[in-house]
């Protein structure tokens, strides 16, 4: 029996399903998904379909696969180490920033997956961690945050907080990224400095 954790790391596997990803991010920009063959998809990669279906049954569960993997990639990127949790920086800024420098360097992949409405998967599991870090800093903050004294309902405070959020990433994304991950995220973190309560 194949050990999967093995399989996950073994460089042949690894390497495979770059080409894949790599050779779906360059087709997505010629086609709609609906027409995207795995003989196609095969091709690009320069491997042969029994290959493809090592890695994955269909082009339904790669996309799942790999908005999987793009979500584990960005829970990693946006890790505090302990030792800096309690710094005098806020953390929930660094996570953000985070985040923004890692899509940053990988801008290729993002900018077709984020930037193109052909691939819905994406953007809705980015929202999905969006709105996971929006909720815990909101629930963080509790009572004393500007939107508690305010009266505004945490639910819409979350929506919006995370609508805002993705909305500006892949509007940088699309614009070419003019402005560098730390300036965007300062930039929408004095934003909502009000309604989130930031110091910064």
């Known amino acids: 029996m194949t050990d999967p954790v093995k399989s996950q790391t073994d ?4 390497r495979t399903r770059q080409l894949i990803k790599t050779a779906f991010v360059d087709l997505v920009q010629e086609m709609d998904i609906e027409k995207m063959s795995i003989s196609r998809i095969a091709e690009r990669a320069t491997i042969n379909r029994v290959t493809f279906y090592l890695h994955y ?3 339904p569960d790669m996309l799942e696969k790999m908005a999987e993997e793009m979500i584990e990639e960005l829970q990693e990127a946006i890790k ?14 660094k996570m953000l920033v985070k985040l923004l420098e890692h899509i940053a360097q990988h801008a290729k992949f993002y900018k077709v997956i984020l930037g193109s409405r052909r691939t819905p998967i994406f953007t809705e599991r980015l929202l999905r ?5 929006i909720t815990q800093r909101i629930e963080s903050q509790g009572s004393d ?6 009266g505004i309902q945490k639910d819409i405070a979350i929506w919006h907080g995370s609508s ?15 402005y560098t ?20």
């Open 57 to 59: 049954r269909d082009i």
């Open 145 to 150: 945050s500007y939107g508690a004294r305010a």
């Open 129 to 133: 961690l969006l709105t996971d870090m």
């Open 164 to 178: 805002a959020l993705i909305g500006t990433i892949v509007s940088w994304l699309r614009n070419d990224m003019p």
């Open 181 to 200: 991950p730390v300036f965007l995220a300062k930039q929408f973190a004095l934003l909502h400095r009000k309604e989130l309560g930031e110091q910064l």
């Open 11 to 14: 460089p042949r596997v690894i």
């Open 80 to 93: 505090i180490p302990r030792e800096q949790a309690n710094a005098a920086i806020d953390p929930e800024w």
